[in-house]
């Protein structure tokens, strides 16, 4: 059993700073890739960034520059160091693993930008 808690979410004001956490804990022997990903009121859920075990990244255009993705491997945690945030980041910022072939999901933490 894989179980993925985040924290970091919270309120800030337009060109604010947060960091978001996501510690993966139970039966793990290797991840690979790290994925942030989150979801607006009524859109679909997007990916934010990725990262893989040897510290490659990707990430949206919308957040490049802006956005840090990063791991700790020894920790089975990944980062997402969100900088200069718009109200158009606000949404439920959801991370997610791939553990041997199965799939696994945060349970979302809210980010919120005031303008």
């Known amino acids: 059993q894989v179980q993925l808690v985040e924290s970091g979410g919270g309120l800030v004001q337009a060109g604010g700073s947060l960091r978001l956490s996501c510690a993966a804990s139970?039966?793990?022997?290797?991840?690979?890739?790290m994925d942030w990903y989150r979801q607006a009121p009524g859109n679909q859920r997007e990916l934010v960034a990725y990262?893989?075990?040897?510290?490659?990244?990707n990430y949206a255009d919308s957040v490049k520059g802006r956005f840090t993705i990063s791991r700790d491997n020894a920790k089975n945690t990944v980062y997402l160091k969100m900088n200069s945030l718009k109200p158009e980041d606000t949404a439920v910022y959801y991370c997610?693993?791939?553990?041997?072939?199965?799939?696994?999901w945060g349970q979302g933490t809210q980010v919120t930008v005031s303008s």
């Open positions: 139970g039966t793990i022997f290797s991840i690979n890739a």
């Open positions: 990262i893989t075990r040897g510290g490659s990244t």
């Open positions: 997610y693993v791939v553990i041997g072939g199965t799939g696994y």
